[in-house]
């Protein structure tokens, strides 16, 4: 079978959902064929179900959201459905700084973005409206606004109230998280009903792109081709531009299915982006394709205090400081944010005291409630690290999907000068946690350092050299006039603190060029 | 053909939740399992704290066992990459622990299990824990023995984190923004209806 369009976006999940969004006002009429290899999870009727399922027995409150041989190592998601990971994020919906767009300039590292400050802070004004993002004006200048939220913040929950004023003690400035949760019914969804599972929010108040294609369904402003498998692109004789891409319909027994477009988006995130370019060898003359993956390095801690909490009142929603994002140029280079969240990890009931006793009934809870006579916080950093151009996506020749693909492989590695200033880095950290303990007679009982990058990007880093970069800064590919990528593969570094925001902004920026090209 | 351990998982869920074990045989609805079951209740009374509601503790413990089903996709969110099936319903090996109980009872000079005095039931439990090697209190019942599972499925409760703060702070309820900022008012009964 055949298809044609005007645009052809390979990947549902939330860059997607908001192109197609834009394009449909930008250039009404717009022939939007969206591909996606996953299935439609539409069934918002089920969720307080499968919310319940959840709960109760662990099991997948996305029923059916992936798909069982295209998994790849090193990949920290396994969603592949309509709507993405965005179907399952916390909705935490931060800013990166100035700084993440001009590392090289200031602090002499990594690379510099392609993008003005200013502009970026533009599509960010207007990613929060698109997504329906509810937060309050940060306390420090540097992260002055063009534009109020769309919605008052979330409130502070009793426990977050109580946290707050905690560490606003230790003198270092906090604010609630800026979330894509609506405070009041916005979008044609529901206000918060505090449920506290936002992984699977049974009224549709946490923005999840389901909502978004379902809209665009209804008005017949896109077609959305699920459960089909874009496998390779196919170049023009020339070279110049992509003709075509070809898949599959896991839907019709493997059925081949041919897309012809004018202008073909890849919306596939930090993995299969990169992984479809190299299975089809387009847009690499740089041999960039893959590389400089990246994502945010992390260090937590728990931290009792003198304070009387109530865990699970909000357990989803946290303090935010955004004082480390910055650090003065010349001095030891350390970014990161710094989140407080109300928290009973590793004070839930047990079963043997640390004498190894048994503890039964009246025992056990008495048990219990001495351990959490004191409140407890969980505190984490996200920090600011930079990929070498060794931190690669492969194709893994040992571990094909049914159809024969090699699935992806991704290693992240650091570059020098992170891997130098890790010790300081970790030092610095724990002095701030240390600095949150003491401001209220608290004290760390914890330390865990994370194994993995979190929030990943990268794999075809924008930028203005051809020679360094796989696209420009609206996400054209350098070899290909009429081939785009989109959102976290193009980030040339992953900042400290959530990306999906960013992504967002940066797919919306490439928006007028997509429908324009 | 290789089988995976999730698709050997899903088969299973397809044959009736009902095995031998021993004379005696088990499926959903099986009497031991009934919440007013003496043997439970008896049980129920060693390991749940005599402030919990043990009566509607051991009816949703029941109703967990009743709903459980086996070979379905479990949680695979951010950062877990491996898709899991849940397992055989713990339940399968209740049958045989409840005889356990009954029978050490017996060796006890009891008529049974709950017919025993607190004080050897506690005992027999404590030597049942130890028998099965059990460290820890499951996240939710595994079948590793059922005086754990129910204590597990208890105190990781929304019911039983409001019995610990003495808070209704009704953990797995919808209840809207309003009065988010205030604190939970006092706790009134275990296991009230979700919202």
């Known amino acids: ?517 | 053909m290789t089988v995976s351990r999730r698709d050997a998982l899903k088969k299973l869920a397809a044959v009736p939740a009902l095995i031998e074990v021993g004379s005696s045989r088990l499926q959903a609805g099986d009497p031991r399992l009934q919440a007013g079951d003496p043997t439970l209740v008896a049980l129920a009374e060693v390991v749940l704290p005599a402030e919990s509601d043990r009566k509607a503790a051991l009816a949703a413990f029941a109703a967990w066992i009743a709903n459980y089903k086996e070979g379905a996709d479990t949680d695979h969110g951010y950062g877990v990459t491996r898709v899991r099936a849940t397992g055989p319903s713990p339940a399968r090996t209740y049958p045989a622990q409840i005889a356990a109980l009954d029978a050490a009872a017996r060796g006890a000079g009891a008529a049974s299990f709950a017919a025993a005095p607190l004080d050897r039931r506690r005992a027999i439990v404590e030597a049942a824990v130890a028998d099965a090697k059990i460290e820890r209190l499951p996240a939710r019942p595994t079948g590793g023995h059922i005086a754990t599972d129910l204590m597990g499925h208890y105190f990781n409760s929304s019911a039983a984190n409001d019995l610990c703060y003495r808070a209704a702070i009704n953990r797995d309820a919808c209840r809207g923004l309003a009065g988010s900022e205030n604190p939970p008012g006092p706790r009134t009964s275990d296991f009230g209806p979700r919202r």
């Not at chain 1, 896109?222 to 196919?234: A, C, G, K, W």
């Not at chain 1, 041999?287 to 992390?298: C, I, S, T, W």
Request: charged share 25%; hydrophobic share 35%; net charge neutral.
């Open chain 1, 1 to 517: 079978m055949i298809f044609e369009s005007d645009v052809c976006i390979i990947g549902g999940g939330v860059s997607a959902a908001m192109l197609a969004e834009k394009l449909s006002e930008l250039k009404p009429g717009l022939a939007v064929t969206i591909v996606e290899a996953g299935s439609r999870i539409f069934d918002v009727e089920n969720r307080a179900r499968y919310r319940e399922r959840s709960l109760e027995y662990g099991e997948n409150a996305w029923p059916g959201d992936f798909i069982d041989d295209q998994a790849g190592a090193g990949v920290i998601s396994r969603t592949m459905a309509v709507g993405g990971s965005a179907l399952h994020w916390g909705g935490v919906t931060n800013r990166f700084s100035e700084e993440d767009l001009t590392l090289k300039s200031r602090y002499g590292l990594a690379v510099d973005w392609p993008i003005a400050w200013a502009d970026l802070e533009r599509h960010y004004c207007e990613a929060e409206r698109r997504l329906g993002v509810s937060g309050e004006p940060g306390p420090l200048p540097e992260d002055r606004r063009s534009e109020p939220y769309p919605m008052a913040p979330m409130p502070l929950s009793y426990n977050l109230r109580v946290l707050k004023e905690w560490a606003d003690k230790s003198g270092i400035p906090f604010q609630g998280t800026p979330q894509a949760k609506n405070t009041r019914p916005y979008g044609g969804r529901a206000a918060c009903m505090r449920c506290n599972t936002c992984e699977i929010c049974p009224t549709g108040a946490r923005y999840s792109p389901d909502f978004t294609y379902k809209d665009l369904l209804a008005a017949g402003k896109i077609t959305l081709h699920d459960q089909t498998l874009v496998r390779r692109l196919v170049k023009s004789p020339n070279g110049r531009r992509i003709e075509s891409a070809q898949a599959v319909s896991r839907a019709r027994n493997g059925e081949a299915v041919e897309y012809r477009a004018k202008t073909f988006v890849l919306a596939s995130g930090y993995a299969w982006s990169p992984h479809l370019l190299l299975l089809s060898e387009a847009a690499n003359s740089s041999g960039l394709v893959g590389r400089y993956m990246n994502g945010h390095a992390f260090i937590g801690a728990q931290i009792e205090l003198d304070a009387k909490l109530y865990p699970g009142m909000n357990e989803q929603h946290s303090l935010i400081s955004r004082k480390y994002f910055r650090c003065a140029p010349g001095g030891p280079f350390v970014r990161h944010d710094l989140r407080v969240w109300e928290s009973s990890a590793g004070r839930d009931p047990r079963l043997k005291d640390a004498a190894g006793t048994l503890l039964l009934g009246d025992a056990l809870l008495a048990d219990w409630r001495a351990r959490t006579a004191r409140g407890a916080a969980r505190v984490r950093a996200y920090y600011d690290v930079h990929p070498s151009v060794e931190s690669a996506l492969t194709l893994d020749p040992a571990r094909k999907n049914r159809w024969g693909d090699p699935l992806p492989s991704i290693r992240h590695v650091l570059d020098e000068a992170t891997v130098a200033r890790k010790p300081s880095t970790r030092e610095h950290i724990l002095a701030v946690f240390n600095q949150l303990a003491k401001a209220n007679d608290g004290r760390v009982l914890n330390v865990n350092e994370g194994g993995y990058l979190d929030h990943p990007a990268g794999g075809c880093r924008m930028g203005t050299d051809p020679k360094t970069s796989v696209c420009d800064s609206y996400g054209r590919t350098h070899d290909h006039e009429n081939l785009f990528v989109v959102g976290s593969p193009t980030l040339p570094t992953a900042g400290c603190t959530n990306g999906t925001l960013t992504f967002v902004a940066v797919t919306l920026r490439s928006a007028a060029r997509i429908a324009d090209p």
